[in-house]
């Protein structure tokens, strides 16, 4: 069965900083691009980052650039998103997602996770 | 604001069938990229509903229907059930942000 468990949330304060790590299984991990999305209490879904498999390629949503790295190994079958000089609009749920494939990179995701949350308060 | 544009809420009877629709511009949906739709449920992960604008994965039911024209999409449910009461999503890729994007969102109530 295909999985993807997340983990690493928690209070923070403003200016902080935290890493969030999700363990695949279940499928060949390296195969594929992964993504962090993220869902703020009451409010929609925003795509956060991704990592290709083929060449680690990353690519982060204006929101984040510069603030958050995604990274992942492919040994350990785990992504990490590491988070920087956190906000209080990062306040969110955060899935890691998994794409079918089929020349989806960063769409069509058809495994998440369950989410950790993250909360940036004082 | 998101880049996506989907209307906050939509309702229907049982039985009846209602839209939602997606518009994107000329760096998303208009291109050629593909759009993507998820249902998701209070206080549960997205689920994907369809993808590549009409493909059903395995297990959904063919009452949910996608189309694309231009730089808009839309997801049509026939023979609406109270079980389909959700928040729908579609997602797309956007070249100029070189991310991937979703809409805001849009709640289906059955009446």
């Known amino acids: 069965e295909v999985q993807l468990l997340e983990s690493g949330g928690g209070l923070v304060q403003p200016g902080g900083s935290l890493r969030l790590s999700c363990v695949a299984s279940?499928?060949?991990?390296?195969?594929?691009?992964m993504s962090w999305v993220r869902q703020a209490p009451g409010k929609g879904l925003e795509w956060v980052s991704g990592?290709?498999?083929?060449?680690?390629?990353?690519y982060y949503a204006d929101s984040v650039k510069g603030r958050f790295t995604i990274s992942r190994d492919n040994s350990k079958n785990t992504l990490y998103l590491q988070m920087k000089s956190l906000r209080a609009e990062d306040t969110a749920l955060y899935y890691c997602?998994?794409?079918?494939?089929?020349?989806?990179?960063?769409?069509?995701?058809?495994?998440w996770g369950q989410g950790t949350m993250v909360t940036v308060s004082s | 604001q998101s880049v996506l544009t989907q209307p906050p809420s939509v309702s229907g009877a049982p039985g009846q069938r209602v839209t939602i629709s997606c518009t994107g511009s000329?760096?998303?949906?208009?291109?050629?990229?593909?759009v993507h739709w998820y249902q998701q449920f209070p206080g549960t992960a997205p689920k994907l509903l369809l993808y590549?604008?009409?493909i059903r994965p395995s297990g959904v039911p063919d009452r949910f229907s996608g189309s694309k024209s231009g730089t808009s999409a839309s997801l049509a449910i026939t023979g609406l059930q109270a079980e389909d009461e959700a928040d729908y999503y579609c997602?797309?890729?956007?070249?100029?942000?070189?991310?991937?994007?979703f809409g805001g969102g849009t709640k289906l109530t059955v009446l």
């Open positions: 997602a998994k794409p079918r494939g089929d020349g989806y990179n960063f769409g069509a995701f058809h495994v």
């Open positions: 279940g499928f060949t991990f390296s195969s594929y691009a």
């Open positions: 990592i290709r498999g083929s060449d680690d390629s990353t």
């Open positions: 000329s760096s998303n949906i208009g291109p050629g990229y593909d």
């Open positions: 590549g604008n009409s």
């Open positions: 997602q797309s890729y956007d070249s100029s942000l070189s991310a991937s994007v």
